[in-house]
């Protein structure tokens, strides 16, 4: 069964501090790498996505670096804000279907920034 | 609006009594695939439709858990004879055919299901 790993399972950080979640993967055809935000009683909501062929991507205050050879990749947000407070949720994807092991979220990480 | 509606928002049951939930795709998208999330967990898949054909089904996912799509558009899933371990909260979720499966995923509210 693929796994899909999170840490930390929380993180508490100072507003403007910076945020670093990590997600670590196993299947090997993974060749997109997506990181969702989730907030309570809502559906999770992509924030930013990379695929293979970059090594990072940054849009506003978040970047995702991606790390091929330790099949990792984490999210970075840079000037954390109280409205960043919510968990987050790597789900890597891609390879042939296969009863779903494709479709697999890690187990989030729960993120509070404080005022 | 014109995201992913998901209908009914909660659902109380008793234990045996069979539920259905309906997902309204982002009308463009032909993936839709549904996932149970449990308090404090990640999304856990359950299927996945291309257009109306169900090209996935999670192995973990009992007998008594069944989804359509029978237009392409619209699908629903259904629980017959719910257990109190069928309380969760069921997302649907809609991609682009621009994509492949799995790419950007836009999620609905969610269904929140409580047995009793």
């Known amino acids: 069964q693929q796994q899909v790993k999170q840490s930390p399972q929380s993180l508490i950080v100072q507003k403007g501090g910076i945020s670093i979640i990590n997600c670590a993967y196993e299947?090997?055809?993974?060749?997109?790498f997506p990181w969702y935000q989730q907030f309570p009683g809502k559906g999770p909501a992509l924030l930013i996505a990379?695929?293979?062929?970059?090594s990072e991507k940054k849009e506003g205050r978040f970047t995702i670096s991606f790390n091929k050879s330790a099949k990792q990749f984490s999210l970075h947000i840079m000037d954390s804000q109280p409205g960043d407070s919510a968990t987050y949720f790597c789900a890597p994807t891609g390879g042939l279907l296969n009863y779903g092991q494709n479709f697999v979220f890690g187990p989030g990480t729960r993120l509070s920034v404080l005022p | 609006d014109t995201g992913v509606s998901q209908d009914p928002r909660h659902k109380i049951t008793k234990r045996g009594q069979n539920v259905t939930f309906r997902c309204d795709p982002i009308s463009e998208h032909n993936r839709l695939y549904w996932y149970r999330q449990t308090l404090g967990q990640g999304p856990e898949f359950l299927t996945y439709?291309?257009?109306?054909?169900?090209?996935?089904k999670s192995r973990l996912l009992s007998d008594r858990f069944s989804a359509e799509r029978p237009k392409g558009s619209f699908s629903t899933l259904e629980i017959q004879r719910t257990e109190q371990g069928d309380s969760a909260m069921y997302l649907c979720?809609?991609?682009?055919?621009?994509?492949?499966?799995?790419?950007?995923?836009?999620f609905g509210p969610g269904t929140r299901l409580t047995v009793l």
């Open positions: 990379i695929r293979p062929d970059v």
């Open positions: 979720a809609s991609s682009s055919p621009s994509g492949r499966a799995g790419d950007t995923q836009y």
């Open positions: 299947n090997t055809a993974f060749d997109y």
């Open positions: 439709f291309q257009n109306e054909a169900q090209l996935e």
